[in-house]
Structures are given as structure tokens and as C-alpha cells.
């Protein structure tokens, strides 16, 4: 299949100075903003649009920027004040209105603006006075082509109506040489623009639907061409990278899963399929498995733990702490010790001796599954045979730490499990060479956690209502924010809501104090107080975010709740809920911001973390989403991963399509789309030969 080299001519290959008007000194400038050849200058998007459409003056509120067109009233009279300063007014009878028009500093427009003849200007509508202030003006009315005009990101000296006019020139002279890199059939079956088309009316918009079809055509065609490549990586990743099949007992399975004291939701057992599916599979899992708080994503990893085990092959499970390790470990041992499985949990207060020996037997394949947290993908750990490897919580994991994982020597299929339910377009886009499984329903009989949002100066009776939980022998947990610039800070807020919650309970309850500065062993040691029900109240910094699973905690009081994202805070409420009884959340906060208070509402109304975490997707944006740190996402040109989900949805299934057909490997048809792959660095040319 030699077809793929690179042999195409591409005629807007050429330097920019091929168009007229653009000398080697404004090539500099131009090659300034990354643009060197006529395909980039055509490609070169503007960011906003100035709106020039003609509106009626009534319409217009004070200080907004407007265009009128209309007929000179009365003679120019002109005013100096300074040098070089004027100001220069004209009556315009603009529709049936007479209004004023000021021009600044332009006294030679006396003798050309004169009565009864026609002109279009733009500028600030002060509505008090009925005057415009003009920042732009021609002569004549405005053609229906001037109702958007492109802004574009500039530097150095660069104007915009330079811009405006070296981009116009290009599609002059160069506009019948842009080719189309869709197949024919795709522009017909979504009634899109061709690219020709497309770039004239993303430059120079006719109207506003012109400008809506031009950008739905470049949104798509980025979204699609980012989603070909991420699909391209997925196939190779499945079939170039050593997976092997593992042919687990199926009976044996079958039999750990009656033998569980519940029986598996559908949606549990839908996810379980998928991921046994690939397991067996000669390719290799990664798979990520996203479900809410509470839905029992535990046991589909013990599920598929086990189904490895049965195999003969090592299985590890990697948590973000060492509270969340030793609580996976204790449940897992529950389950699967009775099944005769060798479970081990290794972190980093295993220290010594006994470090060493378990390392030994983990390298001697003694050990079936172990747990633990980011210390199990150091060096110094091997493993006889690892077939699975399941993270949970992963997106606490850095993408290296996933990368290194993947990239261990003995490549295990990988399974990534996240309790922070990503919005479905970020799924697709950060993690879009993963297959996606989703557990989309709660176990049944669970109780909604009553969520209410108190002012800080109703606390009293916010712990009225606490006082009452306890009184049932119920327990509960304060949480403190986390302020990320300040671990200080953070601890400090902790110990302090500690001692007033000491003093407010006296004698009748005990109240515990966890937080990030306190040695694993301390943590240790309140953890397991606070499960065995010696402590009742634990006040918390945010360590407590993630999994930690005490069923009999059923009040959750967040302090400055305003400082958390919405995800964040349905992950805390998570800590809750987990039995039968009825469970409540307070947020305790006075945010002063729209936002803020907003977000408040939203948590007392909504239950459900999917779309709890769209909503934070709409009010924090896409950049925030995951923290700064490493949200992994692309940039896009033209798409909005908010408002152009839709697209995303259609080009994600087009490009899953494509690449599994063997047309789009072949055809000439899909020729310009296989060569953009390839420039886009997803592989080399060669793997297709
Ligand atoms: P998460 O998805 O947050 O990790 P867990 O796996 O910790 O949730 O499950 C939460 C609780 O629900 C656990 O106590 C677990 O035993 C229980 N659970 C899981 N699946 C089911 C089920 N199908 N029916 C009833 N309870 C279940
Ligand atoms: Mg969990």
C-alpha cells in the first residue's frame, strides 16, 4: 500500500510572498505569527468577528457599539482645541431619525461629507445626547458582505485591515487551488460547506448563516481529524503492542459471582462483560471505567482481578493513598480470599524485611493480586507474570505514571477507573485512545442524600442536626477545604474546627482530627477509630475525597463549600450514603459571586455525578476541569468542547467507522484524509505498508 507516501502536490505549499502586495518585509512579519506559506495565511483563523449588521437606533442601548447608515443632514462645522486636535459634527438622518456624528481629529472630512449624500458609520451610540461617536466610516451604504468582518490575532505592526485585505488577496489568487479533503459523500450526507467555500465565508462572512455553515464545517473537520488519529492510536495500541489473550476459567468466574452477597446491577454486569470481553481478547484493555460514587465499581475490579488469577497471572490494583489501599485491600481479602486467592498489599510503610520478602514472592509469582499505591510501579517491583493492571481514582494519576505503567515490559491489559464522572465530550477527547465503559446506575435501595445549603451563621443548628445523627449511633464527617497554594493554611483550618467541635461535644461524642501532615501510621490509627465507631465525629481535610467507605457515616458537613468544584463536592457527599440509612450533606457556605451561589443550588437539586460534572463543565470551563496541572486536553482551533459536543459525537462514531473500514485505508476517495493523519504525527507511513 505504497499509495500513502507523501507524493501529493499541494499548490498553497509556496511562500507567502507569492501574493501580491506581500514583500519580503512583510513576510517577516507575517512568519512572526507562524504563518510562512499561502496555505497557513488562508488558514489563519480569525478569533472574533466585528459586527457591522445595520440596526435600528431604538434598538441600541447606551454605550454599545453600533453601525448606522444614512444621509448627510447638514453641513460639517469643526471645532479645534490643541495642536492637532478637532472634533469635527454633522446631523446624519439616519432611517427617520436625526442623530449627531462626532469624527475626532479628522477635520479634512469637511469637504467631503457633504449634504444629502449617503454614508455608513460605525461607532459608540451615547443614547442621551443621540450622538454617535465614529470609529469607523466609507462612504456610500454597506454592501451585505460588510455585515461581519474577521478579527484576528495580530503582533508587531501588523494592522487588521492589512490582514482583512492580504487574506482577501490570497483567496483571490490562490481560493480555486484549496482542496477538499473530505470525501464527497460526507459533505453531501451533512450538507457541509466544501473547504473552498468554507474559507471564503470564514474570511468573508455574506451574513451570519454563512458564518455558522463555514465554522460547523471547520469545526467538524478538526474534530474528526483529531478523533482519526486518536482512533488510529488505539488500533495500533490494540494490535501492535504485544497483548496477549488470557484464557481465564469462565466457570470459575461465574461461581465468584454468585457467590457475592448481592447481585450485580445490569449496568455492573454490562461493564463486566466489556472488560472479560478484552481481557480474553489477543489485543491489549485500556479501558477506562467511569462510574459515579457508590456504584460499585470495587467489585467489577475484584471481578476482573479474579478472572486473571484464574489464569495463572498476576493482577495489581494501584490507589492514590494509603488509606484508600489498605480499605481496597480489606474488601478485596473479604471477597477473594475465600476463592483462594494470594492477596498482598504493599506500600510504603512496608518497610525492611518484610518489604523484601514480598517483593521476592511477588517476583516468584506466589502473590496473585496486590494493592498498593504509585510505589508499585517503581523499579524495584517485578512481577512473575502481570496480566491486569487496574488504577483507581486515575485521574490523580499523572499521565507519565499512566504512560510508565502501560510501559512496564510485560504489557498487562489496563484498566482505569475514575469516581469523578468526566463529562462525556472530555472523556472522548483526553482519553480518546481508550475504550470507554460506564457503570450509569446505582445499586438498588439506595437512599438520596438530603443536601442543604446553610449560611455560616446557621452552624448551630446545623449541629443540632448532626447532634441528632449521633444520637441514633450514627457518625459523621466535617470537611475542611483544601487550599492548594497553602497545606498550612489548610491544616491549620482543620485543627481549628477541631478544637470548637471538641468543645461543642464535650464528653458526649468523641471527635477525630485527620489531615495531610499527620504520619501514615496517625492516619492509620484515626482511620480505623473513625471505622470502628470510637470516634464519631471526623473533622478532615480533603484526604478524605476519595473511596474512603464507612457505612455508617451519615452526616457530611462541608465548611466554605464555595471553594470546591462541583465534582469535588459530590465526591465528598460520596462519603455518605453508603447504607440504608437515610444520610444528609450540609454546605456550609456564603458564596458572594452568581457562580458560587449557583453552584450551591445546583448540588441541593442534583444527585447525579454525570451531570454534576457537565454543569461544572459549562460554569468552569474545559481547562479547569481536570485542575491545571495536567488536563491532557488538545487545543482546538475552532471547536468548543461545551457547545460542540454534538460534533464531537458525530466525528468520534465517524472516525471509529473509518478506521475499522478497509475503504478508508484504500480508497481514493479518503486519500487527503489518510495524508493529514499522517502529517498529524499519529504513526509513521509505513505501519500501514
Ligand atoms: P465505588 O463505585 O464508589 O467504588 P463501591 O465499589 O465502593 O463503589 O461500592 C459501594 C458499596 O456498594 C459497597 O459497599 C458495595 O459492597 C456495594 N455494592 C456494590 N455493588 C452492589 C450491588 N450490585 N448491589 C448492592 N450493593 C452493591
Ligand atoms: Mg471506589
Known amino acids: 500500500m505504497v499509495a500513502l507516501a507523501l507524493t501529493v502536490t499541494n499548490h498553497l505549499l509556496i511562500p507567502v510572498t507569492e501574493v501580491k502586495g506581500i514583500g519580503e518585509k512583510i513576510e517577516a512579519q507575517l512568519n512572526e505569527l507562524g504563518i510562512l506559506t499561502v496555505q497557513d495565511l488562508i488558514e489563519y483563523p480569525p478569533y472574533r468577528y466585528e459586527d457591522y449588521r445595520l440596526r435600528n437606533l ?37 432611517g427617520n431619525i436625526l442623530i449627531k456624528v462626532v469624527f475626532f481629529n479628522q477635520p479634512y472630512l469637511k469637504k467631503k461629507l457633504e449634504v444629502n449624500q449617503l454614508i455608513t458609520v460605525t461607532g459608540k451610540w451615547d443614547q442621551h445626547r443621540q450622538t454617535i461617536t465614529a470609529q469607523e466610516w466609507k462612504m456610500g451604504v454597506s454592501r451585505e458582505g460588510d455585515s461581519f468582518q474577521p478579527v484576528y490575532a495580530l503582533k508587531g505592526d501588523v494592522k487588521l485591515y492589512e490582514m482583512r485585505k492580504w487574506i482577501g488577496q490570497a483567496l483571490i489568487q490562490f481560493g480555486s487551488e484549496i482542496e477538499e479533503i473530505l470525501p464527497e459523500t460526507m459533505l453531501k450526507q451533512y450538507k457541509l460547506y466544501n473547504r473552498k467555500r468554507a474559507f471564503k465565508a470564514l474570511h468573508q462572512p455574506q451574513n451570519e448563516i454563512d458564518l455558522k455553515q463555514a465554522r460547523r464545517r471547520f469545526v467538524y473537520e478538526e474534530l474528526l481529524l483529531f478523533q482519526l488519529k486518536m482512533q488510529a492510536l488505539r488500533k495500533i495500541e490494540r494490535e501492535q503492542s504485544g497483548g496477549t489473550s488470557v484464557s481465564y476459567s469462565d466457570e470459575r468466574v461465574k461461581e465468584f459471582i454468585g457467590s457475592l452477597p448481592f447481585q450485580l446491577t445490569s449496568a455492573q454486569t454490562k461493564v463486566v462483560n466489556e472488560i472479560l470481553k478484552d481481557i480474553k481478547a489477543p489485543a491489549r484493555m485500556n479501558r477506562l471505567l467511569q462510574g459515579d460514587v457508590g456504584s460499585g465499581k470495587t467489585i467489577v475490579a475484584a471481578i ?15 490507589v492514590p493513598t494509603e488509606i484508600l489501599a489498605e480499605q481496597h485491600a480489606n474488601s478485596l481479602f473479604e471477597l477473594l480470599d475465600p476463592m483462594g486467592v494470594n492477596l ?14 514480598l517483593l521476592e514472592r511477588l517476583k516468584h509469582g506466589e502473590i496473585d493480586i496486590v494493592i498498593g499505591t504509585h510505589a508499585l510501579i517503581q523499579d524495584e517491583v517485578e512481577f512473575q507474570n502481570l496480566g491486569l493492571v487496574i488504577t483507581d481514582e486515575q485521574h490523580r494519576f499523572g499521565v507519565e505514571q499512566r504512560k510508565v505503567l502501560r510501559e512496564k515490559g510485560y504489557h498487562p491489559d489496563v484498566l482505569f477507573m475514575t469516581a469523578t464522572p468526566i463529562p462525556r465530550t472530555l472523556a472522548i477527547t483526553a482519553f480518546g485512545e481508550m475504550d470507554v465503559s460506564t457503570i450509569d446506575q ?83 490509627e484515626v482511620m480505623r477509630a473513625f471505622t470502628a465507631n470510637e470516634v464519631q465525629v471526623l473533622v478532615a481535610t480533603t484526604v ?134 499522517i502529517e498529524s504525527g499519529a504513526f509513521e507511513a509505513q505501519s500501514f505498508d
Not at 441600541?60 to 457599539?65: A, K, P, W
Not at 498489599?345 to 520478602?357: A, I, N, P
Not at 497553602?486 to 468543645?503: F, G, P, Y
Open 544 to 677: 478524605v475525597e476519595v473511596g474512603v467507605n464507612v457505612p455508617n457515616a451519615t452526616f457530611m458537613l462541608i465548611y466554605d463549600a464555595e471553594r470546591f468544584g462541583l465534582s469535588q463536592l459530590h465526591q465528598l457527599r460520596g462519603r455518605v450514603g453508603r447504607s440504608d440509612h437515610q444520610s444528609y450533606c450540609i454546605l456550609l457556605a456564603d458564596p458572594k459571586g452568581e457562580t458560587g451561589q449557583e453552584r450551591m443550588k445546583i448540588m441541593t437539586e442534583t444527585s447525579n455525578g454525570f451531570e454534576l460534572s457537565e454543569r461544572d463543565l459549562e460554569l468552569r470551563g474545559p481547562g479547569d476541569f481536570f485542575g491545571k496541572k495536567q488536563s491532557g486536553l488538545p487545543e482546538f482551533k475552532y471547536a468548543d468542547l461545551v457547545h460542540d459536543y454534538r460534533a464531537l459525537e458525530t466525528a468520534r462514531q465517524d472516525a471509529v467507522e473509518m478506521i475499522q473500514s478497509r475503504a478508508f485505508w484504500e480508497a481514493p476517495e479518503f486519500q487527503k484524509l489518510r495524508q493529514k493523519l
Open 344 to 357: 498482598a498489599l504493599l506500600t510504603s510503610s512496608v518497610k525492611g524485611k518484610k518489604r523484601r520478602e
Open 304 to 318: 476482573a482481578l479474579f478472572a486473571v488469577s484464574t489464569a495463572g497471572l498476576q493482577g495489581a490494583l494501584m
Open 442 to 524: 446505582m445499586p438498588a435501595g439506595r437512599k438520596k442524600i438530603k443536601t442543604y445549603w446553610a449560611k455560616p451563621d446557621q452552624l448551630d443548628r446545623v449541629l443540632i442536626g448532626m447532634e441528632r445523627e449521633l444520637q441514633k449511633g450514627r457518625q459523621a464527617y466535617c470537611i475542611c477545604p483544601l487550599i492548594e497554594e497553602s497545606e498550612k493554611l489548610d491544616v491549620q483550618n482543620a485543627i481549628d474546627v477541631h478544637a470548637v467541635l471538641q468543645q461543642h461535644f464535650q464528653n458526649r461524642y468523641k471527635v477525630g482530627l485527620m489531615h495531610g501532615r499527620l504520619s501514615s501510621e496517625e492516619k492509620d
Open 58 to 94: 431604538t434598538d441600541v442601548r447606551h454605550d454599545e457599539r453600533v453601525t448606522v447608515q444614512g444621509k448627510i443632514h447638514s453641513e460639517p462645522s469643526v471645532m479645534y482645541f490643541g495642536r492637532r486636535k478637532s472634533r469635527l459634527l454633522v446631523r446624519l438622518l439616519a
